[in-house]
């Protein structure tokens, strides 16, 4: 969905299919805290845990996290046997997830 405002979040909300995968929205403000380098690099490794697991997530004021993320909103992935990973970075550290099947990345 393209929107110039938090539309797309009320869709994305909507209740889903038992079929679906399950879905997740993290949060972001203009809050000092929420900037801080521990609070980034808990963000991510959220975000690590639902792509190796599958759930798809929705990033709401988020912009701190998007260069650590460009590789996964770039679908830069690395395929090894059946398998899919990507890089994820912080700061000069780089590390490969495992993308699951189901994974999705949603930025709004």
Same mark, same amino acid.
């Given at each position: 969905?393209?929107?110039?405002?938090q539309?797309?979040?009320?869709?994305?909300?909507?209740?889903?299919?038992?079929?679906?995968?399950?879905? &997740? *929205? =993290?949060?972001?403000?203009?809050?000092?805290?929420?900037?801080? $380098?521990?609070?980034?690099?808990? #963000?991510?490794n959220?975000?690590?845990?639902?792509?190796?697991?599958?759930?798809q &997530? *929705? =990033?709401?004021?988020?912009?701190?996290?998007?260069?650590?993320? $460009?590789?996964?909103?770039?679908? #830069?992935?690395?395929?090894?046997?059946?398998?899919?990973?990507?890089?994820?970075?912080?700061?000069?550290?780089?590390?490969?997830?495992?993308?699951?099947?189901?994974?999705?990345?949603?930025?709004?």
């Amino acid at each position: 969905f393209l929107t110039k405002n938090q539309a797309a979040l009320q869709i994305l909300q909507m209740p889903q299919n038992q079929s679906e995968a399950k879905r &997740v *929205v =993290l949060f972001g403000s203009s809050f000092s805290g929420d900037h801080e $380098y521990s609070v980034i690099c808990e #963000n991510i490794n959220k975000i690590k845990i639902y792509m190796e697991t599958g759930v798809q &997530v *929705v =990033l709401s004021n988020l912009d701190n996290l998007y260069e650590s993320l $460009y590789d996964a909103l770039n679908m #830069n992935y690395v395929t090894l046997g059946q398998n899919k990973y990507v890089d994820l970075g912080l700061g000069t550290h780089r590390v490969k997830c495992r993308v699951h099947k189901d994974f999705k990345l949603f930025i709004v």
